[in-house]
């Protein structure tokens, strides 16, 4: 099955500074990758996804980039504020499946944005 | 558009109890039908899934059971509770057909067995 590592597993910025969190697959069939935010108390929410045939995706200051031959995808949240303080999440799929998408979730990266 | 709907927010039961949790989806069919734990607030495990009625698969064993009566209904349960059942309980679904389809969560319930 799909090993997924994510690191690191807090991290502090200053607000407009950049946060970089990574994570390691080891299937490397694999083709889709999400990221997920959870802040406290609420439900984990998907920010962007990627799939294998491109090596990188933006949505105004989240980035995610795919290295497949490393077996590792990275998500980049540029001009950080207080309100990107929350879990992020990495997933890949196990793909065994005949159907539907089986997720492995990274542990989680515990955000803070100081003001 | 889609709905996941979950329900109670908030439990709290003693130790030896039952326990019911229900989830129910709009807005599509035959989703594929998913029951996470969340621990400390960290790490996502997969406790149960479903691609169709009466289809369940379980992740880990444990003291916890699924069922899926309807096409959009995934119901969670326990004959007796244990300590070690806290925890926050995700439904989740995502669309039936195909690979690459994102999960999509309920708001959760927080459950603390006391």
């Known amino acids: 099955g799909e090993n997924v590592e994510q690191h690191p597993s807090t991290l502090s910025v200053q607000e407009g500074d950049s946060a970089v969190i990574k994570c390691t697959y080891s299937?490397?069939?694999?083709?889709?990758f999400p990221w997920y935010k959870q802040e406290l108390g609420k439900r984990p929410q998907l920010i962007i996804d990627i799939r294998s045939n491109v090596g990188e995706k933006k949505d105004q200051r989240i980035a995610v980039t795919l290295n497949k031959t490393a077996k590792h995808f990275s998500l980049h949240i540029t001009e950080t504020q207080p309100e990107d303080s929350a879990v992020y999440f990495c997933?890949?799929?196990?793909?065994?499946?005949?159907?539907?998408?089986?997720?492995?979730f990274g542990e989680g990266t515990q955000l803070t944005v100081n003001p | 558009s889609q709905t996941i709907h979950q329900w109670p927010a908030t439990l709290v039961q003693p130790v030896g109890s039952p326990l019911s949790l229900e989830c129910t989806v709009e807005?599509?069919?035959?989703?594929?039908l998913y029951w996470y734990r969340q621990a400390a607030g960290r790490g996502l495990q997969l406790l149960f899934y479903s691609v169709g009625i009466g289809q369940i698969s379980s992740e880990v064993p444990q003291n916890l059971s699924a069922s899926r009566p309807q096409d959009r209904q995934f119901i969670l349960s326990s004959k007796k509770l244990l300590l070690s059942d806290s925890g926050f309980y995700l439904c989740a679904w995502s669309f039936g057909s195909g690979n690459n389809s994102p999960l999509h969560f309920g708001n959760g319930t927080r459950l603390t067995v006391t």
């Open positions: 807005g599509t069919s035959n989703p594929n």
């Open positions: 997933a890949a799929p196990r793909l065994q499946e005949t159907s539907g998408s089986r997720l492995t």
């Open positions: 299937d490397s069939a694999s083709n889709y």
